[in-house]
C-alpha cells in the first residue's frame, strides 16, 4: 500500500471505515476459523475494536495483560467485560527496571542506547550513532536504558498464550499515532496474514476522531479515565480526562508533552501512585525521579 491510499483510507466517512473494518474482519475469522482473539487494553482503541468485533461474533474471546501499569480506572473497566481472559508477567516493572533499564525518549532510541551501555561488540556499540544528537549525552546515563520492558511485561505472556491456544489477535491500532506504526500499516494493510507474527488491525486506518465519535454515536461504555467524550466549536471530539492510556509508569514520549504531561497530571489524580513511581528503587519505588531529573523533564 502507498501513503496515498492510507490518507485516502483516513478521510472516508466513520460509516464507511465501519464496514470496511468488518469486512476485515470477517476475512481474518473465516481464514482462522474462528480461532482468534481480541488483544484488549481497555482503552478507548480496543473498546471499540471490542464492540465491532462482538457485534460480528460475540463468543470471541478477549484477552487482557494485567500487567501492574495500568489505570486503576482502565483494570475495573476490564472487570466489566465479559469473556477476558487475563495474563500476568512473570516478572513486574520494577523488577524489568533493575535487571533490563528504564523505557526513555522512544521504544527506538531506546534500544540503540541499551545496545551502547550493554555492546560487547564494535557493532552494537556504534548503535549509539543512529541516537538523535539531542539525546546522545543518555549513553553516559547513571542509570541503564532499554526498550524491553513492552517484550517481557506485554509480548511475551501473549506469545505464550497464542501458541498454548492457537488463537490469531485483532489488535487495535491506529497508523496515524506514529511513524514507525505508519510503515507497519503501509507494509501489510490491515490483514498480516504472511507476518512472522500474523495479526488483524481492522482499525488501522482509523483516526482518534473516529474513534471518539463511534464511541459517542454508539454510545459504548468506555473506562472513566477519559473523563466526557465532548465536541469544541469547530466540531471536533476531546476527552476532558486522559487522552492516551498506556502504561502509567512509561517515561517514552513524556518529554514531548505539553504541562501538565502525565506525572504532573498523576501527582494530583493518583498521589499514591506518584509517590510509588518518584520514591528511590533502594526505598521500594521506582525512582523515576532521577531519570525525568537527568533528561530535562518536569514532574
Known sequence: MELWQLRQFQSLPLEVKIEKSKLRIREWYEAWDGNVYISFSGGKDSTVLLHIVRELYPKVPAVFVDT?????EIREFVKTID?????????SFREVIKKYGYP?????????????QIGKTEKRKNRINKVSKKWQFLKDAPFKISDDCCN?????PVKVYEKENKRYPFIGKLAEESYK???????????????????????????????????????????????????????????????????????FGVHLEKEPNRFQRMKITHPKIYEYCMKPIEEGGLGLSKVLDYIGVKY
Open 68 to 72: 501492574g501499569l495500568e489505570y486503576p
Open 83 to 91: 469473556n477476558v481472559v487475563w495474563l500476568k508477567p512473570k516478572i
Open 104 to 116: 526513555v525518549i522512544s521504544k527506538e532510541q531506546a534500544g540503540w542506547i541499551k545496545d551502547y
Open 152 to 156: 517481557v511485561l506485554k509480548k511475551n
Open 181 to 251: 506504526r505508519i510503515q507497519d500499516y503501509l507494509k501489510t494493510g490491515c490483514n498480516a496474514f504472511k507476518a512472522k507474527r500474523p495479526v488483524s488491525n481492522p482499525l488501522g486506518f482509523w483516526t482518534e476522531q473516529d474513534i471518539l465519535k463511534y464511541i459517542k454515536e454508539f454510545n459504548i461504555p468506555y473506562a472513566s479515565i477519559y473523563g466526557e467524550i465532548l465536541q469544541d466549536e469547530r466540531g471536533k471530539y476531546y476527552t476532558t480526562g486522559e487522552q492516551r492510556t498506556g502504561c502509567m509508569f512509561c517515561m
